[in-house]
């Protein structure tokens, strides 16, 4: 599952051009900011709503994922009925395709560097909260370290959780530190190192080995 957000003037223009075939682009579904749902695509059909790039490995991400657009320029908060929409149909779409919490990723997840939605302003901690994205289990005080971070630290953790080998490092941290960190800026510390070590944890894996 991946969400985008539209970065477009309205929903409405949203719409007209995920409905144009011209435009190449589509998703299964958009949700307006007052909460209205459109459904554009079968979710068993192929949508062009990623392109290019990768996760856990696998290419092609139009063909193994549903796609979501979110109607938000990037540059201010989702409205509240919006994510209370995209909250109904989270756990509809996971239960019927068996997609777990941290198969729901952000097109920046997936396309490090050449995408960054749905951004900085997309509240990732209020769907983990509810089970509906990952939620890292790392310890508060860890989080607060500020001491520089090695950045070769952060390859095997993000290469983990399923982050692109082929991406430039730094362009792999900074996507990560978009959706979990959001507030950070700066050179990375040994806090968000943490973070991505817990993150590949909580989901069972050896933090150390690769898996693409």
């Known amino acids: 599952m991946v969400l985008h957000y539209t970065a477009m003037a309205s929903a409405e223009a949203a719409l007209d051009r995920l409905s144009d075939p011209d435009a190449e682009v589509s998703a299964h579904y958009l949700i307006g900011a007052d909460g209205t749902l459109w459904q554009l695509v079968r979710e068993a059909d192929r949508a062009w709503h990623a392109g290019q790039g990768e996760w856990r490995g696998h290419g092609d991400v139009n063909s193994r994922s549903v796609g979501i657009e979110l109607d938000n320029r990037g540059d201010h908060p989702f409205a509240e009925a919006q994510m209370a929409a995209l909250e109904r149909l989270l756990p509809e779409i996971m239960g019927r395709w068996s997609i777990p919490a941290h198969g729901v990723i952000g097109h920046s997840d997936m396309a490090p560097g050449r995408k960054r939605d749905p951004g900085r302003k997309f509240d990732w901690r209020r769907l983990a909260r509810q089970g509906l994205a990952l939620d890292p289990d790392v310890d508060p005080a860890a989080l607060r370290d500020s001491r520089p971070a ?33 507030q950070r800026m700066g050179s990375p510390s040994r806090g968000d190192l943490a973070l991505a070590l817990g993150a590949a944890e909580t989901l069972g894996i050896d933090r150390t080995t690769p898996t693409a």
């Open 150 to 182: 090695p950045p070769d630290a952060f390859d095997a953790p993000l290469r983990a959780l399923g982050y692109s080998g082929n991406v430039p490092l730094e362009t792999r941290i900074g996507a990560f530190l978009m959706r979990f960190r959001p």
